[in-house]
Structures are given as C-alpha cells and as structure tokens.
C-alpha cells in the first residue's frame, strides 16, 4: 500500500501546483497588459499627432484619460474585489479593456480616443490589486512577496514591450493595428482569469460606513502624508514621462531619433525589471546588514532626483540618467509596504488603494499639466524645447520638495 499512497501524495502535489500555476500565470499576464497599455501612447505619440492633428495638451489629455480612469476606480475596486473575488471582478473588467482597444483602433477624432483610453484605464484597473488578493487566497503568507515581485516584473516586461518591440510593430501593422492585436490580446486574458478556480475568503466585507472612515482614518495620519507625496510626484512622474513624454522629450530636446529615443526607455524598462527582482532577491540580505527598506528609499528617491535634474540639464549620458530612472521607479515601490506597516492590518487593503489613488492621480495631473504648460509656453514665444525643457524643470521641482518628508524622522507607528 505504501507506494500507493506515496504515489497518491506525488499526485495531490501535482495537482496543486498546477492549480496554483493556473492562478499564477493568468493574472500576471493580466499586469503585463496593463503596463503595456499604459506606455503604448509613448512610442506612437508622433503617428497621432501627425495623423489627428493634436496638440500637446490634447495629447496629454489623450494618453492621461487612462490613468484617470485607473486612479478613479480604485476604492471601488476594494469594495468589488472583497465581495465578489478577483477572478470575476478582474474578468470583467478586461472585457471594458478589450472595448476601449477597439473603440482606440476604429476612432476618427480625439473625443472617441480620450473615450477608448479612459476605458482601457478602467479595464485593466483591477490587474494588480486583484493578483494581491488572488495569491492572498491561494498561496501561503511566505510566498506573497516572491510571487508579487514577480507580477511587478511582468509589469516591467509590459513597458519593456511597449518600447523599441512595439516601434518594430509600428512599422509594419501602424497604430490601429497595434491596438486591434491588443484589444485580442485583451479578451484571451479575460477568458483566462475567469478560468481559473474560485475561491472565497471567510472575511466578511466591511460595510460602507466603516469602509469610508477607514479612508478618513488614514488621510488624517502623519504617516500617509510621509509617503504620499514621493510617491504620487516621484512614481507618478516617472509614469507620466514613460507613458508618453520621454520619446517627445528625447527627440526634441536631445534631437534623437525614433529609434534611438525608443531604445532609451527599453533602458529604463530593463532597469525596472532589474530594480524588481533585485528587491525580491537580495532585500533579506541587505537588511540583515542594516540596511533597511526605508534608508534604500530615501536614498533611491535621491538619485532619482539627481538624475532628473541631469536630464533636465543635458548633463552627462542620457542613456544612464534615464536606466537610473527606472531603478529608482522600482524603490519607490517600497513605499507601499514602508506605509502599511504604520497601520493595523485591517486598513492595508484601503492603505494601499488609497495610496494608488494619488500615485495615478500624480501621474494623471503630471501627464496632462507638461503638456499644458508646453503649449502655453509655445504661445508665450518659447520654442519647443525650450518649453518642453520648462515643463521639466517644474516637475524636477516639484519632486525635489517630495523628498523632504522622507528624510525628517519618522513617524510613530499608528
């Protein structure tokens, strides 16, 4: 009997495994769509201006439609995601991405674009937070920063994706085709995650009244305002120029071209996807030498300050300032954890949505705001990348004030 029941064991395990590979890859695949539709505007920006005649305010209303979208349905999203579970919730949605890639492809003016991105926004809006809760329900707690590092790295592959690969695809399918592939590509995602097995939380949900006052709770804490600004200013800015500014900047400031500009964010998505899994790997390591989560962000968010300012001032070698810019968008991700360890953890859930409400907030008002300033500018008498290098330097400024709170001492526990 025994080497039945041994092969009864190796078969169990098996099973399982599958399954959990089941929950694993949809809903990665899922957060490598999202960080793909997020930055696809940065490497076509230069078709849509020339095709649909757009200003660059027009453009940044354009491209941050998305982020408005994603960033407004956050709380909701908690509600949904604790009610109904994420493989339902996140299903769904994707269908509301699948959408807005069509509506994006077939669009003739740029109401119909601003429409079709504000529902791609939406669409993949639950992709992260609903892989948090999916692997919260199936893996044990030990797992959970493995497994979410590696979703963050599938996000870091979608931008690296969105890059000098896209550019190729350009070439040959154009813009509309590229997101007639994605709206495909969209659905299967869909179909796979509302494929995977269901499983339900024994938490009941939080009625509304104590959901809202949670939020109140937290907005009036030293600790959120700690690490919010760094994050809305420093992460939503970095979204803001890799979503769309970076190739408009790198071709009429550093007068590159299309290939060159494009191979610049590849450097950056690399570096985010290193950034990402160095922090899974060796973040163990390097606090067992002192040097904890907390003293890596401060210090990351000052290179990442440094190195904005020498991309402002042409200083030195772009490719490096802007590998640097990525390393640091991955640090910043710390922000997250360093923040729901001020707080009990029934308002973790709430903690980090809200915190994802500002950060896309950041880049949504970021995004748009560069692309006002540099029409004013423009009309002002300023040539392009005069304007566009103004535009800049307020950004540098803004997120140079953001990391003060963090180097002040920190705030008592909640």
């Not at 009864?8 to 949809?26: A, D, N, W, Y």
């Not at 699948?98 to 119909?112: E, I, K, P, Q």
């Not at 299309?258 to 191979?263: E, K, L, N, S």
Request: charged fraction near 10%; proline fraction near 4%; include cysteine.
């Amino acid at each position: 009997m025994l080497p039945t029941t041994q092969e009864g064991v190796h078969t169990s395990m098996t099973l399982t495994s599958l399954v959990k590979l089941r929950i694993f890859l949809p809903f990665t695949a899922g957060y490598f769509l999202s960080f793909l539709l997020r930055n696809i505007n940065a490497v076509i920006a230069p078709e849509l201006t020339a095709e649909l005649s757009v200003t660059a305010s027009d453009l940044g209303l354009l491209t941050s439609a998305y982020l408005f979208a994603f960033g407004a349905f956050q709380l909701p999203l908690g509600i949904l995601l604790d009610r109904y579970g994420p493989r339902r919730v996140e299903a769904v949605l994707l269908l509301f991405a699948t959408a807005g890639c069509l509506l994006f492809a077939t669009g003739g003016g740029l109401s119909s674009l601003v429409i079709g991105r504000a529902l791609i926004g939406l669409g993949v809006s639950a992709c992260l937070m609903a892989s948090f809760k999916a692997f919260s329900l199936w893996f044990s707690a030990d797992r959970l920063a493995s497994l979410n590092a590696a979703v963050m790295a599938a996000g870091g592959l979608g931008a690296l994706t969105a890059t000098t690969p896209m550019a190729l695809i350009l070439e040959r399918t154009g813009w509309r085709g590229i997101f007639w592939g994605l709206g495909l590509l969209a659905l299967v995602v869909a179909a796979a995650v509302f494929s995977t097995p269901e499983k339900s939380s024994q938490e009941k949900p939080e009625p509304l009244s104590e959901l809202v006052g949670g939020i109140g709770e937290i907005l009036r804490t030293s600790a959120f305002w700690r690490y919010m600004p760094q994050a809305a200013l420093v992460m939503g800015g970095f979204m803001a120029l890799q979503g769309l500014w970076a190739i408009p900047w790198l071709i009429t400031v550093n007068g590159f071209t299309r290939d060159i500009a494009a191979f610049h964010l590849l450097l950056t998505s690399v570096a985010m996807l290193i950034g990402f899994l160095s922090l899974a790997t060796l973040l163990p390591t390097l606090e067992s030498h002192g040097v904890t989560p907390e003293r890596i962000l401060v210090w990351g968010t000052g290179c990442g300050v440094v190195a904005m300012a020498l991309i402002v001032t042409g200083i030195g070698d772009s490719r490096v300032h802007w590998f640097v810019l990525g390393i640091v968008f991955s640090i910043s991700n710390l922000s997250y954890a360093l923040l729901s360890e001020q707080f009990p953890s029934h308002l973790f859930g709430r903690v980090n949505t809200l915190l994802n409400v500002f950060i896309l907030g950041g880049a949504f008002g970021i995004q748009w705001s560069i692309g006002l300033a540099i029409d004013a500018l423009g009309r002002a008498g300023f040539s392009q990348p005069a304007a566009m290098q103004a535009a800049f330097i307020g950004l540098l400024a803004v997120q140079l004030l953001s990391w003060v709170p963090l180097i002040l001492p920190k705030p008592r526990k909640c």
